[in-house]
């Protein structure tokens, strides 16, 4: 444990030197601060006489505060306005700060799931080799085929749009990419005295993978993994914007950009930067979170990779 | 024949890390004389690599700095007014061989010979030698190598002096085929004598058109391409013509020229002894076999016949039986072409092979110099005893072979005065105060040692020189 | 080794990659019931009516076991048939018919991309650690960011919304109005900016050239991020190498080191990543086009996507998929161009 503990220190300092991997893990953790808090920095305003439609059970549903076509400016009562009227006037600041937690929400299960397929994979195709290795790595093979966003959509398209489908595609999407870095791990790792040993003791494969070739495969790729929950969100931002999202009243960054897309492009010369805030708000969100987890993730890359860290 | 080659006088190089000051070189003073193989021998780390590095300003100098000292290169030029061929002005040898700063007089310009000013102090210019410093007292003309811009430097590197790294693999493109990177040397260094050589190929081709009255649609374009090549006689480095390379059909005037560049590749090649050499020219480095790429590195370094060879480790990552034939080579090469070999290395029974010289180096510093059986037979500085003790002849029978105590220090923080101190079996005081210059102890022998200096009255002879340390082969 | 070789093995490794693709589209469409799958057969929109529908699922077997299906359907595909849409019309047709949209925009980016990311990436690595290199590192790891459709957003309130200097959609009114409609104007290619040249009429092209102006740009910054961070590194890593180190010690100038030795090393990473470049622009292209109201692929697969139109999204996909096939082999062909090494295997 002692050498890991080191290993840990060196690259804590080394990531302080950098100062933009400070400025990434600030980012993160503020945008965890807001997750955790949201219910008390958006409480459900569900009951007040201006909501015209709320639902008290599921806080992800936007409360809706009427349909006039105006989207409402920043003031007291909407710190970032609202959006148009159509197909309601949702407050922007309650969509921005629950959407934070639904991000890492969807984040962490897409991560998550296409992880387990990945590993999971990756653990067979590398141990066993041969012919499974061999099925195995071409159907990755056929999936890194399609372009991420188009397949996603077209799994969207044809399972139905929902939040659960939309995970599960950006997933199907994701985990092939996961198969690849563990098996080469597993590989490297295969060949290696201690699992020999362990075999010719009669460990059973499964015993072997799990017990003694996981923990050290795997773990740098799962806080790579981890760093690509910016970009799953970036992704899933994308299919809601396109409108194959959740549902026009949920809390998801994406969406709420979507609403301005006529503001924008309807009217030339009618000025859409007066409706700044229905766009710049949540998609600055987006932006600074997909930021702070890539930075997070540059210099954590940094630190892992070995040919680097010799300084 | 002058006496050095390269004098090299007190380099001290810094790098500025992280980690600290690193004081990589603390005052190198190496001679090299002409065309011999002068060996610099120690341990890794200790700085070989860095001196030749900075000879040649190949250090990264952001962390890296030459913080003082010189780097003289022998470098007489052709007379101008005769142009090589002998006149009044040059003494009928065509090359005018007088150093710039003391007229030949060998004098310090500052303090006019005498090293000491009237009030007492020492001339820094000359270090209280009295010699002149631009040309370390032998009145011929000598470059400072460390004053040079980058372009006179980038003429200097593959020109007058080559240099050629340990692993062969490593020193070629790999994305680069043999006869591109050969014909590079020559492009860069001999584009005169490649102008002059596609020049003549031109005019041959011009006449066979004539006599034989075929392919008269050619001759427009050859007359062009003469033209071409007249101007880039005048102005080998004209911009104008070096941009046409670039224009999609006009840029193939250039094909001439590489003709020209790869029969001479071919004469190179073939002077490092490849077989089927045409083969080679053609083929990619990872092609080619260890003992191969290091004679095509050769090749490329001595292409332009330079005056200095600086070997790096070239037999490190080589086996024995190729290191032998290489080794070989360099030394009829070396006959052939004249050229001075400072040849590095770790390995003592190549040193015993191959140098006439040889300079041991201790962190940075120069500790012994002498040539070479001197070296072995009578090592005067306890580090160089360390070492040679520790080879064992084959008729001895050890259990143990004689280590030296301690280990290589930390450059950010060496010891103070002599550098060896703490590890050395005979410092006293002194050794920690003062660090010990290098002096001639023996004719011809030179050692940084207070055992031999001023206070060598603080040892005995024994301790100079213990009778059964001496190693006889 | 040759490379004609090496080129003809690797188009044979393409069949299963085709045969996996298409399986893979062929699941997705088995989740659909038979009357949802037929449109993606039938040509002619009578063949989907409710009199005829039975007749349909007879002829292409849609009640047949799944090979059977799975034959037909490949049959289909490569005679060129993707079904009906759902404004019943033929999903390849439209899908030729918005080609030359997409492929402006998607051709004219990949030059920039590459083009500026190659450059920018050893000015980077040229002038490590100093001012050009870290300006170029913020803007590579914000372009990685941001999401493409918010800066899309944001050009566009403010270069349309505000100044009305670069508008969306692909042609102005007058274009079609009065060149295109009246038969002034041949559309040879389908490419305005090459048509307007073609038939003479450079105010055309001038007007296609200012609509691309910030669908290019947004379509760009991203990959243009991320060539510039590879090449950066892969330059960084090529200039630490030996053999950079020899070519110095032989007299070679410096830029020629850096453009001759250091970058033709360098580009082999990024060789590596323009397949997934080019996966990054028909991912972009479908977002961009949506932003700036381009009736391309992209805007077709995105709205028919919303409109829940099964038949012309996987069409979509299917020709995606047969493009980034095409395009990685085309990738690895000059991969093996460019380093010789890999010509052994």
């Not at chain 3, 372009?143 to 800066?151: A, I, N, Q, V």
């Amino acid at each position: 444990m002692q050498p890991r503990i080191r290993e840990a220190k060196f690259g804590l300092n080394r990531m302080k030197q950098n100062p933009l991997s400070i400025v990434g893990l600030a980012i993160t953790l503020g945008f965890v601060v807001i997750a955790l808090a949201a219910p008390l920095l958006a409480p459900s305003p569900c009951g007040r006489p201006e909501v015209v439609s709320c639902n008290p059970n599921d806080p992800f549903v936007m409360p809706n505060y009427g349909y006039e076509t105006e989207p409402l400016p920043p003031s007291a009562d909407h710190p970032f306005g609202t959006t148009p009227g159509r197909p309601g006037r949702y407050d922007i600041y309650y969509g921005v700060v629950w959407g934070t937690r639904n991000a890492f929400r969807v984040g962490i299960v897409v991560v998550g799931l296409a992880l387990l397929i990945g590993i999971l994979l990756g653990l067979v195709a590398g141990y066993y080799g041969g012919i499974l290795d061999e099925i195995i790595m071409r159907i990755v093979d056929v999936f890194l085929t399609f372009p991420s966003l188009i397949l996603a959509i077209a799994i969207v398209a044809a399972f139905g749009q929902n939040l659960g489908n939309i995970m599960i595609a950006v997933a199907i999407v994701w985990w092939p990419s996961y198969v690849r870095l563990v098996r080469g791990d597993v590989l490297a790792a295969r060949e290696e005295g201690y699992v020999q040993s362990v075999r010719a003791l009669g460990a059973s494969d499964a015993r072997i993978m799990v017990r003694h070739i996981l923990p050290n495969a795997v773990y740098p790729i799962l806080i790579l993994a981890s760093m690509d929950i910016g970009s799953v969100v970036l992704v899933v931002a994308a299919l809601s914007f396109l409108g194959l999202g959740v549902g026009s009243n949920y809390a998801d960054w994406g969406g709420l950009v979507n609403f301005t897309r006529d503001l924008i492009v309807g009217q030339a010369g009618g000025d859409p930067l007066a409706y700044w805030y229905t766009y710049v708000y949540p998609g600055l969100f987006i932006f600074l979170f997909v930021l702070g987890w890539n930075l997070l993730g540059d210099a954590l890359r940094d630190v892992l990779d070995p040919r680097v860290r010799r300084r | 024949m002058v006496d050095r080659v390269l004098i090299v006088g007190g380099l001290k190089v810094n790098f500025y890390t992280y980690a600290g000051v690193v004081k990589a070189l603390d005052g190198i003073d190496i001679d090299l004389r002409p065309n011999e193989t002068h060996g610099l021998v120690g341990e890794t780390g200790c700085g070989k690599s860095v001196t030749v590095h900075s000879l040649i300003k190949l250090i990264p100098m952001p962390p890296g700095k030459i913080e003082g000292g010189r780097a003289l290169l022998h470098a007489p030029v052709t007379c101008r007014t005769c142009r090589g061929k002998g006149c009044p002005e040059c003494g009928g040898s065509g090359t005018l061989d007088t150093c710039e700063a003391c007229g030949g007089a060998t004098k310090c310009v500052k303090c006019r010979g005498f090293g000491r000013y009237k009030d007492g102090k020492s001339c820094r210019t000359c270090g209280a030698s009295g010699l002149c410093a631009s040309c370390g007292g032998s009145g011929s003309r000598y470059l400072d190598l460390l004053a040079l811009s980058a372009k006179q430097m980038r003429e200097i590197r593959g020109g007058s002096i080559s240099m050629i790294l340990q692993e062969p693999m490593s020193a070629l493109n790999p994305v680069l085929t043999v006869a591109e990177q050969v014909g590079e040397a020559f492009y860069y260094h001999q584009r005169a004598a490649l102008v002059h050589g596609t020049l003549a190929a031109l005019d041959r081709a011009l006449k066979d058109i004539e006599t034989s009255r075929k392919s008269r649609w050619r001759r427009p374009i050859l007359r062009w391409y003469r033209f071409l090549y007249r101007r880039m006689e005048r102005d080998p480095e004209s911009r104008l013509l070096q941009s046409l390379r670039r224009v999609p059909v006009v840029r193939r005037y250039h094909r001439w020229l590489a003709r020209e560049m790869r029969a001479q590749s071919l004469d190179a090649l073939n002077m490092v002894r490849i077989p089927s050499p045409e083969k080679v020219l053609d083929s990619y480095p990872h092609e080619l076999s260890g003992g191969m790429m290091q004679r095509v590195v050769i090749s490329i370094a001595l292409a332009s016949h330079p005056r200095v060879l600086i070997a790096d480790e070239p037999t490190t990552a080589l086996d024995v039986t190729i290191q032998s034939q290489i080794l070989r080579l360099m030394a009829d090469l070396k006959g052939q072409l004249g050229t001075a070999i400072i040849f590095i290395t770790h390995d003592l029974a190549v040193i015993a092979q191959v140098c006439d010289r040889v300079s041991v180096m201790y962190a940075g510093t120069i500790a012994e110099s002498a040539p070479t059986l001197p070296i072995f037979r009578e090592p005067l500085h306890p580090y160089t005893r360390g070492l040679v003790r520790a080879i064992p002849g084959p008729h001895e029978d050890v259990q143990r072979l004689p280590e030296i105590a301690g280990s290589v220090p930390n450059l950010v923080t060496p010891p103070s005065g002599c550098r060896f101190h703490p590890r050395c079996p005979f410092a006293k005081a002194v050794c920690k105060e003062e660090k010990p210059l290098l002096l001639e102890a023996r004719p011809s022998h030179r050692v940084a040692c207070h055992m031999y200096g001023p206070y060598a009255e603080q040892w005995t002879d024994a301790d100079r020189l213990l009778p059964q340390e001496v190693v006889t082969r | 080794m040759n490379l004609r070789v090496y080129i003809i093995r690797r188009l044979l490794l393409l069949i299963p990659v085709i045969l996996g693709v298409t399986l893979l589209i062929f699941a997705v469409l088995q989740f659909l019931t038979p009357f949802q799958r037929a449109a993606a057969f039938a040509t002619n929109p009578q063949d989907l009516r409710p009199e005829n529908i039975d007749r349909t699922i007879e002829r292409y077997h849609l009640n047949d076991p799944v090979w059977v299906q799975y034959g037909i359907w490949i049959q289909q595909v490569f005679t060129g048939n993707l079904g009906l849409d759902r404004n019943q019309r033929s999903v390849a047709t439209v899908l030729v018919q918005r080609a030359p949209a997409t492929v402006e925009l998607a051709v004219y980016s990949g030059i920039i991309i590459v083009i500026g990311g190659i450059w920018q990436g050893t000015v980077a690595a040229r002038w490590k650690d100093r001012a050009p290199d870290h300006a170029t590192r913020v803007l590579a790891i914000s372009g990685w960011s941001l999401p493409t459709f918010w800066l899309g957003l944001l050009l566009l309130a403010f270069f349309y919304g505000r100044v009305n200097w670069f508008p969306p959609g692909i042609v102005s009114d007058w274009v079609t109005i009065d060149r295109v409609n009246p038969g002034a104007f041949t559309r040879h290619t389908g490419l305005y900016t090459v048509d307007g040249i073609l038939n003479g009429q450079l105010d055309v092209t001038w007007d296609a050239i200012v609509h691309l102006v910030l669908p290019v740009f947004t379509l760009s910054f991203v990959s243009w991020a991320i060539i510039t961070r590879i090449m950066r590194s892969s330059m960084i890593e090529a200039l630490s190498r030996d053999y950079v180190k020899f070519a110095r010690a032989k007299g070679v100038p410096e830029s020629v080191v850096v453009r001759r030795h250091a970058r033709r090393n360098a580009l082999i990473p990024v060789a590596t990543v323009s397949g997934f470049v080019v996966a990054g622009l028909l991912n972009g292209v479908v977002i961009t086009e949506t932003v700036f109201v381009r009736p391309g692929l992209g805007e077709y697969a995105a709205s028919a996507a919303v409109n829940l139109d099964i038949t012309a999204v996987l069409g979509f996909t299917l020709v995606n998929a047969f493009l980034l096939v095409i395009t990685n082999l085309v990738v690895d062909i000059m991969y093996a161009y460019i380093d010789p090494r890999i010509r052994l295997e």
